[in-house]
């Protein structure tokens, strides 16, 4: 297999950008990454762009197309990728293999969401929960906040874990947002304040939930052996991994236990030939708090039922034994949905290249991700390394 | 009113209970099952109460949502009648009922429990 190599990154900030439209977040991005890889007179062989609700929340299809013309790369092969929530770990995924068959040499992944014109209430909340199986959870009026809550209250019980040690993680995250220029927000937040939001799910309340946001996300990928043309410092990805898991979430043995995540990470894991340890720097998909505190005991760091814990004493913090979401996480980044797994392998991007500012982890060498789709039931990691 | 049932299935191979979705066992990927069914109380695994519903739901301010187990195995999700005192292991009864007429118009029905 060929080497990947990441060259070059775009970000739009994250938010609610109102003269913004999902195919400009898209563009946009493109365009950043582009520009920032040296890339603007190349062709590409292939686009993945990245999207769970263009159709649903801006009655687009055929994205794909539409940002290859756009933006100049015809006749670049173009896809639209969907795995829900992970469908940006899924593109870059599809570009990994791409490039590490030999198929490929110059690759484009894209994600982006368009999410905050939507006003009709639960609209939204309707459209992601269309994730859940239909028949078993789907009709009752399940959320996926609502699963997260159920997920909470089990793993307290179970783990006998107080509440403030799992918010704790939105606390940590709005902190770190607070030096990322491209977070939705970048504020910080109490502990009290947190504990005491309004509920949403019961016992999840609104600071344990991320954000509704827009946003846009690329990156340039190419062989190792191309990306030396280009750039003196690449990231490569020496580690990727994917696996679902049971869509009726309460089919699961033990609900606490993310079974995809463990194999997947494992994978991508295997495949760079490293392991939990080796790990300096991590971007967990916190759309809820409570999944941050268990994907980091999956993810291998901490043993089950002490993820929260860990999170609440401080060895996940910038500085902390692993640090978890320096950019903020999609607590305090923004949650926009295809943009979001793109979004967290930029943000090692950066941090493997020391170029993450006041929230630089030091001397970081070695990153990976979890970007959760379905609620846990198709998940993907990427390891990623300095060389 | 006759009493709701709960119908899961059980693979002929590998016995490995499972939601009647599954076309192949989980497991195992065998085609042949056993039907298996229950009725009557069931204990509450896990629940939340909902304050944000999806739009399906516009017409309520919150509802509780709850997993259940019986005691040969069978799990379901459903809505439970009431969000007050409810608690983890308590007993319930299920029901089966119009819940709310989806975006499209249609009706759609599924299981709320009642705690005993």
């Given at each position: 297999?060929?080497?990947?190599a990441?060259?070059?990154?775009?970000?739009?900030?994250?938010?609610?950008l109102?003269?913004k439209?999902?195919l400009?977040?898209?563009?946009d991005?493109?365009?950043?990454?582009?520009?920032?890889s040296?890339?603007?007179?190349?062709?590409?062989?292939a686009?993945?762009?990245?999207?769970m609700?263009?159709?649903t929340?801006?009655?687009?299809?055929?994205?794909?197309?539409?940002?290859?013309?756009r933006i100049?790369?015809?006749?670049?092969?173009a896809?639209?990728?969907?795995n829900?929530?992970a469908?940006?770990?899924s593109?870059?995924?599809n570009?990994?293999?791409?490039?590490?068959?030999?198929?490929?040499?110059m690759?484009?992944?894209?994600?982006?969401?368009?999410m905050?014109?939507?006003?009709?209430?639960g609209?939204?909340?309707?459209?992601?929960a269309?994730l859940?199986?239909?028949?078993?959870?789907?009709?009752?009026?399940?959320?996926?906040?609502?699963?997260?809550?159920?997920?909470?209250?089990?793993?307290?019980?179970?783990?006998?874990?107080?509440?403030?040690?799992?918010?704790?993680?939105?606390?940590?995250?709005?902190k770190?947002?607070?030096?990322?220029?491209?977070?939705?927000?970048?504020?910080?937040?109490?502990?009290?304040?947190?504990?005491?939001s309004?509920?949403?799910?019961?016992?999840?309340?609104?600071?344990?939930i991320?954000?509704?946001?827009d946003?846009?996300?690329?990156?340039?990928?190419?062989?190792?052996?191309?990306?030396?043309?280009?750039?003196?410092?690449?990231?490569?990805?020496t580690?990727?991994?994917?696996?679902t898991?049971?869509?009726?979430?309460?089919?699961?043995?033990?609900?606490?236990?993310?079974?995809?995540?463990?194999?997947?990470s494992?994978q991508?894991?295997?495949?760079?030939?490293?392991?939990?340890?080796?790990?300096?720097?991590?971007e967990?998909?916190?759309?809820?708090?409570?999944?941050?505190?268990?994907?980091?005991?999956?993810?291998?760091?901490?043993?089950?039922g002490?993820?929260?814990?860990?999170?609440?004493?401080?060895?996940t913090?910038?500085?902390?034994?692993?640090?978890?979401?320096?950019s903020?996480g999609?607590?305090?980044?923004?949650h926009?949905?295809?943009?979001?797994?793109?979004?967290?392998?930029?943000?090692?991007?950066?941090?493997?290249?020391?170029?993450?500012?006041?929230?630089?982890?030091?001397?970081?060498?070695?990153?990976?991700?979890?970007?959760?789709?379905?609620?846990?039931?198709?998940?993907?990691?990427?390891?990623?390394?300095?060389? | 009113?006759?009493?709701t049932t709960?119908?899961?299935?059980?693979?002929?191979?590998c016995?490995?209970?499972?939601?009647?979705?599954?076309?192949?066992?989980?497991?195992?990927?065998n085609?042949?099952?056993?039907?298996?069914k229950?009725?009557?109380?069931?204990?509450?695994?896990?629940?939340?109460?909902?304050?944000?519903p999806?739009?399906?739901?516009?017409d309520?301010?919150?509802?509780a949502?709850?997993?259940?187990?019986?005691?040969?195995?069978?799990?379901?999700?459903?809505?439970?009648?009431?969000s007050?005192?409810l608690?983890?292991?308590?007993?319930?009864?299920?029901?089966?009922?119009?819940?709310?007429?989806n975006?499209?118009?249609?009706?759609?029905?599924?299981?709320?429990?009642k705690?005993?």
């Amino acid at each position: 297999m060929n080497k990947v190599a990441i060259i070059g990154v775009g970000h739009t900030k994250f938010g609610k950008l109102e003269d913004k439209n999902l195919l400009d977040l898209l563009c946009d991005a493109s365009l950043q990454a582009i520009e920032n890889s040296n890339t603007n007179d190349k062709d590409f062989d292939a686009v993945y762009v990245s999207c769970m609700l263009a159709e649903t929340l801006n009655h687009m299809t055929a994205i794909a197309s539409a940002v290859v013309d756009r933006i100049g790369l015809i006749p670049a092969a173009a896809d639209h990728v969907k795995n829900g929530p992970a469908s940006g770990g899924s593109a870059i995924k599809n570009a990994f293999y791409s490039i590490a068959s030999g198929a490929c040499d110059m690759v484009l992944v894209v994600g982006a969401e368009k999410m905050t014109h939507i006003t009709t209430p639960g609209l939204i909340t309707s459209a992601v929960a269309t994730l859940t199986h239909h028949n078993a959870e789907r009709i009752h009026g399940v959320s996926l906040p609502s699963l997260a809550g159920m997920l909470t209250r089990t793993y307290m019980e179970k783990y006998n874990v107080p509440k403030e040690w799992i918010t704790s993680i939105a606390v940590k995250n709005h902190k770190n947002g607070m030096n990322n220029p491209y977070a939705h927000f970048q504020k910080e937040i109490t502990l009290e304040k947190a504990l005491n939001s309004p509920i949403i799910a019961d016992p999840l309340r609104l600071y344990d939930i991320c954000p509704i946001s827009d946003g846009g996300a690329a990156m340039v990928l190419c062989s190792a052996e191309v990306a030396k043309e280009f750039c003196d410092t690449p990231v490569l990805i020496t580690g990727v991994g994917q696996a679902t898991d049971t869509h009726i979430v309460y089919e699961r043995e033990d609900l606490t236990v993310l079974k995809a995540l463990q194999i997947c990470s494992k994978q991508a894991y295997n495949m760079a030939k490293k392991t939990p340890e080796d790990i300096d720097v991590c971007e967990a998909h916190d759309a809820f708090t409570i999944l941050e505190a268990i994907q980091s005991e999956d993810l291998g760091f901490f043993k089950k039922g002490e993820g929260a814990k860990a999170a609440y004493e401080g060895l996940t913090e910038i500085g902390g034994v692993i640090p978890i979401n320096p950019s903020g996480g999609l607590k305090a980044r923004g949650h926009p949905l295809g943009a979001t797994g793109v979004a967290q392998v930029i943000e090692l991007f950066w941090q493997l290249r020391n170029e993450a500012g006041k929230r630089q982890v030091q001397n970081a060498q070695t990153g990976i991700t979890c970007n959760f789709g379905g609620f846990g039931n198709n998940i993907v990691s990427i390891l990623v390394e300095r060389k | 009113m006759s009493e709701t049932t709960i119908i899961w299935k059980k693979c002929k191979k590998c016995g490995k209970l499972q939601h009647p979705d599954h076309l192949r066992c989980i497991q195992c990927k065998n085609t042949t099952f056993n039907i298996v069914k229950s009725s009557g109380d069931c204990k509450l695994l896990t629940y939340t109460i909902l304050t944000a519903p999806p739009s399906e739901y516009r017409d309520k301010k919150s509802y509780a949502i709850g997993v259940v187990e019986y005691s040969n195995g069978l799990k379901a999700m459903g809505q439970i009648t009431t969000s007050e005192n409810l608690k983890i292991g308590m007993k319930l009864s299920p029901g089966f009922k119009k819940l709310t007429d989806n975006l499209d118009g249609q009706k759609i029905f599924g299981l709320i429990f009642k705690p005993i």
